[in-house]
């Protein structure tokens, strides 16, 4: 065993004591326990803003009446928007997916029936055509009787608009303005005597700065660790090197397995001669025609996933769809995030599911792919059956 490679064992060896002190603590203290993430919601706008809302809202379930929605005027809108302190705390009320005259929905609205202030948010989607401007736009119309109130545009990091005027709307970001103003409504008296509510807050903090790239307890730890020496952080990088060298290697091996003249497409045309592959816009992926107008897609990391309807002159029923949605939300553990029929960009092979980070999830995709081509093959041949029955 060389220098290097003896380094790379004592260093790995003590980052995985590490992680069993940081494990060992977390099953003590319950401190990893977070709804957010075990609901699968920390990424998501929709249920991240009705969470977000509800602590807005005066009304909310909360019951601390206007405490939180105060704080948020004097954190995060007064200091941008000086317009917003004409705001009635009083008559004030916040609704989710408030819609326009366009048909478009903005994320959260906080109006009193003069001041309207819109707030749209974007954790990991991107913006759609003319999204800031039109809400800015109705704004305007919003806010006749008072001046006018840009968009307040809520993202991970306050990036900017690409496409939006810079006076049509303001950015604000979850990482500072948001934590800051959940960290003060955590710190009320008001908070601090309910239990629940304070739990929650704290768990929305957290998983707030998940997505936001701040380090958790047990990145924290192995950081300081690798950044103890220059030494310690150069066998860091190789073993980093080395993992993203077999990243590299698993993704490639998988694919050549999973493409045309690959074992497991072999293997699968065996059972189902129609198959064919594709290669479009970056994504790789087995096709089949399953029947009632409709083809599936499958990539070959089993990532993406989508059940097309190909023949709108042949409409599907809703009774058909229904048991595709079932069928392919049993087959990934994923839910629709919306398709034609059925769609997941965030699916994951059979047994797999409960992976969340990437690398690891390849790793043990690629174990299935080149240990037992012939399971694989079986389950795609299978779900292609059982779709074509329906």
Request: charged share 25%; glycine share 6%; aromatic share 10%.
């Amino acid at each position: 065993m060389t220098d290097s490679t003896q380094a790379a064992a004592q260093l790995l060896e003590c980052v995985a004591a590490t992680k069993t002190k940081v494990e060992n603590w977390h099953r003590e203290t319950g401190a990893a326990y977070n709804i957010f993430r075990i609901a699968g919601i920390g990424h998501k706008e929709v249920p991240m803003c009705r969470v977000l809302a509800n602590l807005l809202d005066p009304k909310g379930c909360h019951y601390r009446g206007s405490a939180y929605l105060q704080i948020f005027m004097d954190t995060v809108a007064k200091p941008f928007v000086k317009n917003t302190e004409k705001l009635d705390l009083l008559k004030a009320k916040v609704t989710t997916e408030y819609t326009t005259d366009e048909g478009r929905f903005i994320d959260i609205v906080i109006d009193d029936g003069n001041v309207f202030i819109p707030i749209e948010a974007k954790i990991y989607a991107g913006e759609q055509e003319k999204q800031l401007a039109d809400y800015a736009a109705f704004s305007r119309k919003m806010n006749s009787g008072a001046d006018f109130i840009p968009v307040l545009f809520l993202t991970p990091s306050g990036y900017k608009s690409e496409e939006t005027p810079d006076d049509e709307y303001v950015p604000i970001s979850f990482a500072t303005h948001i934590i800051q103003w959940l960290e003060k409504c955590l710190s009320l008296e008001e908070t601090d005597k309910a239990l629940p509510i304070r739990e929650v807050l704290k768990q929305f903090i957290a998983i707030i700065k998940s997505f936001c790239g701040n380090m958790e307890d047990e990145e924290m730890e192995i950081n300081a660790l690798i950044t103890e020496s220059k030494d310690s952080y150069a066998t860091a990088v190789s073993v980093f090197n080395a993992v993203n060298a077999s990243n590299n290697r698993f993704i490639a091996e998988s694919l050549e397995l999973f493409r045309e003249g690959g074992k497991i497409f072999e293997l699968v045309k065996s059972k189902q001669p129609g198959v064919q592959w594709h290669v479009e816009q970056g994504w790789h992926y087995l096709y089949f025609l399953i029947g009632n107008g409709c083809d599936l897609n499958i990539n070959y990391d089993m990532r993406y996933i989508v059940v097309n309807h190909i023949e709108p002159e042949n409409p599907i029923s809703a009774e058909t769809a229904a048991k595709i949605d079932k069928i392919m939300s049993r087959i990934t553990g994923k839910r629709n995030e919306g398709g034609t029929i059925w769609a997941s960009h965030d699916a994951r092979y059979p047994g797999l599911k409960d992976i969340e980070d990437d690398i690891i999830y390849r790793y043990e995709l690629h174990k299935i792919y080149s240990k037992d081509p012939q399971s694989v093959a079986d389950k795609i041949a299978s779900w292609v059956t059982e779709l074509k029955s329906i």
